[in-house]
């Protein structure tokens, strides 16, 4: 990787807003730092540049990330209205773009987000070969399976909906509570069939996001079973648990502490409650 995800403003400076408001999101008829605007051509001409000093500093890196930023200020202006109209979603604008900067740069994959606001696939356009899709579930109740919602506009939904035109896609899924890194989190269960249904997708690629440092809520054993379960997601999860919890915890300790797991996994299910990825837990008292 060369960049990694959230990056116009490595190449469009919020500082510079005063000089070109036109680069920046319109919302509401004001121009705003939050995003920049993608239809505008002397946006991609700068992202375009940029990328290619980087890369040249950079020759091994494959990957490049040219997406958007951490909000849901999406550009409102004409042209990417006029966009986002035609593809039914506001990828629409962030895909042309994308494209674009694809186009110059046929020996590398070029990354984007179809995150939040971005998710819903597009009508018309299609990625560039070398264009690789970030799809992210951020939304996902982390209680039940993902594929138990396939509804028009779930995530399920969409994913299929991205398979269907491209292949080059990198599923980011999540997996623990960011709010509070200590609180309970018994989502074991659901890693497997949410595996599956990526790699049954057609998906080559997945991120797993926990905590990138040490520390949070029964880290060795969430990470023991993505690991085992990304290698071969067709493993017997009970004997991945088992085991773990045996030698990690020693013949002693680790039954009970299996039974602790599938103790806060059953009052869950019994709960009715969702799982998810920023609540307090004052949620499950």
Not at 155 to 168: E, K, M, P, V
Request: glycine share 4%; aromatic share 12%.
């Amino acid at each position: 990787w060369g960049l990694w995800v959230h990056t116009m403003h490595r190449f469009v400076p919020a500082t510079w807003i005063d000089a070109h408001p036109e680069y920046f999101a319109e919302r509401n008829g004001i121009r705003i730092t939050d995003q920049v605007c993608f239809s505008n051509k002397e946006v991609l001409r700068i992202t375009v540049d940029s990328l290619r000093a980087m890369m040249r500093r950079k020759p091994a890196a494959t990957y490049w990330s040219v997406s958007q930023l951490d909000n849901f200020n999406y550009c409102q202006c004409a042209l990417c209205r006029q966009a986002d109209s035609s593809d039914g979603s506001h990828i629409g604008s962030i895909l042309h773009f994308v494209n674009a900067v694809a186009d110059s740069f046929p020996e590398k994959v070029i990354s984007t987000l179809a995150y939040q606001y971005s998710r819903t696939p597009p009508k018309v356009t299609r990625p560039r070969p070398n264009v690789n899709i970030m799809l992210c579930s951020i939304e996902e109740d982390r209680s039940k399976p993902i594929a138990t919602r396939s509804g028009p506009g779930s995530f399920t939904a969409d994913l299929h909906a991205w398979s269907a035109i491209t292949h080059n896609i990198i599923v980011w899924d999540y997996v623990i509570n960011f709010s509070h890194l200590l609180a309970p989190f018994p989502n074991w269960k659901v890693l497997q069939p949410n595996i599956r249904l990526f790699r049954d997708a057609g998906v080559p690629m997945v991120f797993e996001q926990g905590l990138s440092g040490p520390g949070g809520e029964m880290p060795m054993f969430r990470a023991t079973l993505l690991a085992d379960l990304l290698w071969n997601p067709d493993l017997d999860v009970d004997s991945l648990r088992t085991a773990f919890m045996d030698e990690f915890y020693g013949p002693d300790a680790g039954p009970y502490i299996n039974e602790y797991t599938r103790l806060m996994e059953q009052e869950l299910d019994k709960s009715g409650l969702p799982l998810t990825l920023y609540e307090h837990p004052q949620a499950h008292k």
